[in-house]
């Protein structure tokens, strides 16, 4: 069955950090992988997003994320945090036909200034 | 773009009513997407149209649920008799194409007493 995963519920960083959220999905067939953040009291936005080519794919607000098939990984990075990116961030799966998406639990990050 | 619109943003009801929530996509996308998100988990798809016809239902939660989207514009999502397990954040999204980014509404909360 289709499925994403997200290893952390909550993490916390000081700022100036440094940030990697997991993200494992398990699909057969053509993949295509995002990650959304939706900051306290807005909606769902889209970070960035791979579809094909260049694993190494790089979105707004400083954030990347690396698609390593082997491992079945699009782990979310940004090398330094600020008190603005204190948010949930959410890994989805889509693809096929369909094109609905499939998201994991969410990863909820707070950054202390 | 004005963006995903929904409607109402919240919405208290007490058990075995029904409601009716509305969204109004980006103009120009012809595909859209109703999700459902509870406390702690990641948006769970529920339906989806392209244009006027719906063309995936089997996730709806039960038979209680129904959608529509009659002029392939705004679609509707209804619950009928509605139970305090329905109390959730209950999402739409709109996109042009099946690979395309979908872009999101604010959401509409319902809570069942």
């Known amino acids: 069955a289709q499925s994403v995963s997200q290893h952390n519920h909550h993490v916390i960083l000081s700022e100036a950090a440094s940030l990697e959220l997991g993200c494992n999905y398990s699909y057969g067939g053509t993949v295509n992988l995002f990650w959304y953040v939706q900051y306290p009291g807005q909606h769902l936005q889209l970070l960035l997003k791979?579809?094909?080519?260049?694993?190494l794919v790089k979105g707004i607000k400083g954030f990347e994320a690396e698609f390593i098939k082997s491992k079945f990984s699009f782990n979310l990075r940004k090398p330094s945090v600020q008190w603005s990116d204190t948010a949930e961030y959410f890994c989805a799966g889509g693809g096929g036909s369909q094109g609905n998406l499939i998201f994991g639990k969410g990863t909820k990050l707070s950054v202390k200034p | 773009d004005t963006g995903v619109s929904q409607n109402p943003r919240h919405k208290i009801t007490k058990r075995g009513q029904n409601v009716t929530f509305r969204c109004d996509p980006i103009s120009e996308h012809n595909r859209l997407y109703w999700y459902r998100q509870t406390l702690g988990q990641g948006p769970e798809f529920l339906t989806y149209?392209?244009?006027?016809?719906?063309?995936?239902k089997s996730r709806l939660l039960s038979d209680r649920f129904s959608a529509e989207r009659p002029k392939g514009s705004f679609s509707t999502l209804e619950i009928q008799r509605t139970e305090q397990g329905d109390s959730a954040m209950y999402l739409c999204?709109?996109?042009?194409?099946?690979?395309?980014?979908?872009?999101f509404g604010p959401g509409t909360r319902l809570t069942v007493l």
């Open positions: 791979y579809f094909s080519g260049d694993p």
């Open positions: 149209f392209q244009n006027e016809a719906q063309l995936e």
């Open positions: 999204a709109s996109t042009g194409t099946s690979t395309d980014t979908q872009y």
